[in-house]
């Protein structure tokens, strides 16, 4: 168990519509990435926040945004979602926390989204 | 244009023996390199890295060698386990200690009783 957590796990919806993506970081940490895997495919970065700030963008759409809450919790939203959004989105943290460095990050479990 | 490149998609590997696993890259400016483990319906669990400023790393039995000349990294399992038979991504980071990790496409590893 890597520590942090995703919600949901899985998510199915429809073209058009739009969903949020929840990551909770391992406790203490203040970065948060954001990361999409699509079918053969190795993960894409999408997204840095550290400490609420956005630090760093990758391959984002722009109907796609995120945020970090004060709680350092973060949020991936996805808009006006099509057949190609459908994939494993995952969220990552890091930070000094348990003896460990910022050099690795930890990720969730991912949500998988599947768009119909 | 891919920055990290693992050109095997797959391995096999008899148990005991040693699992070699190919990582290569463009950009100089990457400081850290990581392995990560994967298996299906989880995330990527890390493994093991290395500091660009070091040329192996040690850990049980996972070793990781980096060539910074020929800008090539790779991950020695000794001896492979049943249990290591999953997908196997490289990252390289830039961007110092907060930065930001490019990952490889992964090589599916199956190790074999």
């Known amino acids: 168990d890597s520590g942090v957590t995703q919600t949901p796990k899985h998510l199915i919806t429809a073209t058009g519509q739009r969903v949020t993506l929840r990551c909770s970081p391992r406790?203490?940490?203040?970065?948060v990435y954001w990361y999409q895997q699509s079918l053969d495919q190795g993960l894409q970065f999408l997204i840095q926040y550290y400490n609420g700030e956005e630090r760093a963008k990758g391959n984002i759409l722009e109907r796609f945004s995120a945020q970090q809450f004060p709680d350092l919790h973060s949020e991936l939203n996805l808009s006006s979602l099509e057949l190609g959004d459908s994939a494993l989105y995952f969220c990552a943290s890091s930070g000094i926390s348990g003896g460990s460095t910022y050099n690795e990050q930890f990720f969730g479990p991912g949500t998988r989204l599947t768009v119909l | 244009d891919q920055q990290v490149k693992q050109n095997s998609p797959s391995l096999s590997v008899q148990e005991g023996r040693i699992s070699i696993l190919n990582c290569d890259y463009t950009n100089s400016m990457f400081d850290y390199f990581l392995w990560y483990k994967k298996y299906p319906a989880e995330g990527p669990t890390f493994l093991i890295s290395?500091?660009?400023?070091?040329d192996k790393n040690e850990d049980g039995r996972f070793t990781v060698f980096l060539n910074k000349s020929a800008k090539h990294l790779s991950l020695h399992i000794v001896p492979s386990q049943p249990g290591d038979s999953a997908v196997y991504f490289c990252a390289a980071r830039y961007g110092g200690s907060q930065g930001n990790l490019i990952f490889g496409k992964g090589t599916k590893l199956s190790v074999k009783p």
């Open positions: 290395i500091s660009s400023i070091k």
């Open positions: 406790s203490g940490d203040l970065s």
